[in-house]
């Protein structure tokens, strides 16, 4: 069965420091993947998202993603967390072909301490 | 761009009431609509997928004569929670893909409750 996975339930960083939202993924065929973010009461807003081709995405508010085969991982970066960033992040795939229905994972909660 | 709006943003109703949300895509025209629902802390559950011009597909589980679907434009889909239940007081939200194929922009949600 195809999922999409995120191991962090909650991440705690401080403003300024790295950050690392981990992403796997279980398809029979590469799929195509995305990271949304969703504020307290809102709907999800992309961040960025992965096709094919350069397996580093950049993507919008500084994140950056890249894509492993090989560990079938797709995680989040930013190299400095503003306290802005603090909200609820998904990793979510399609399957090529899908019909494009997402399959989302659990989430992660981010907490930045200033 | 690609921007989709919901109406209401929050809606309080009485048991028993119907309610409608409307999802619109404002700067595209949106070929495919889906609808979810999220509860407290947890991610999203895909309801329904709705196509302009036609039925909308329901996923195993959802009771298409509670929760019915109207894609009736490009821009507009809506779903109308009928003889609502406490138990439907819920997030949903919706998404729609037209500009940028396989990318689902999603709406600001509507916040049920349902007394």
């Known amino acids: 069965a195809q999922s999409v996975t995120q191991p962090d339930i909650h991440i705690t960083v401080s403003e300024g420091a790295s950050l690392e939202l981990r992403c796997n993924y279980s398809?029979?065929?590469?799929?195509?993947l995305f990271w949304y973010v969703q504020s307290p009461g809102q709907g999800l807003q992309l961040l960025l998202k992965y096709f094919s081709g350069d397996t580093l995405v950049q993507g919008i508010k500084g994140f950056e993603a890249e894509f492993k085969r090989s560990q079938s991982s797709f995680n989040l970066r930013k190299p400095s967390v503003h306290w802005s960033d603090a909200a609820e992040y998904f990793c979510a795939g399609v399957a090529p072909g899908g019909g494009n229905k997402l399959t989302f994972g659990t989430g992660t909660q981010l907490k930045v301490e200033l | 761009g690609a921007v989709v709006s919901q109406h209401p943003s929050r809606v309080i109703c009485k048991s028993g009431t119907s309610v409608k949300i409307e999802c619109r895509s404002l700067?595209?025209?949106?070929?495919?609509m889906f609808w979810y629902r999220q509860f407290p802390k947890q991610s999203l559950m895909l309801m329904a997928t709705s196509n302009e011009g036609s039925k909308a597909t329901y996923e195993q589980g959802v009771e298409k004569d509670k929760f019915l679907i109207n894609h009736a434009s490009l821009t507009l889909s809506t779903l109308t929670v009928t003889s609502a239940h406490p138990e439907d007081s819920s997030f949903y939200i919706c998404?729609?893909?037209?500009?940028?194929?396989?990318?689902?922009?999603f709406g600001p949600g509507t916040r049920l409750t349902v007394l």
């Open positions: 998404s729609a893909i037209g500009r940028t194929p396989d990318t689902q922009y």
């Open positions: 700067d595209f025209q949106a070929t495919t």
């Open positions: 398809y029979g065929a590469t799929p195509y």
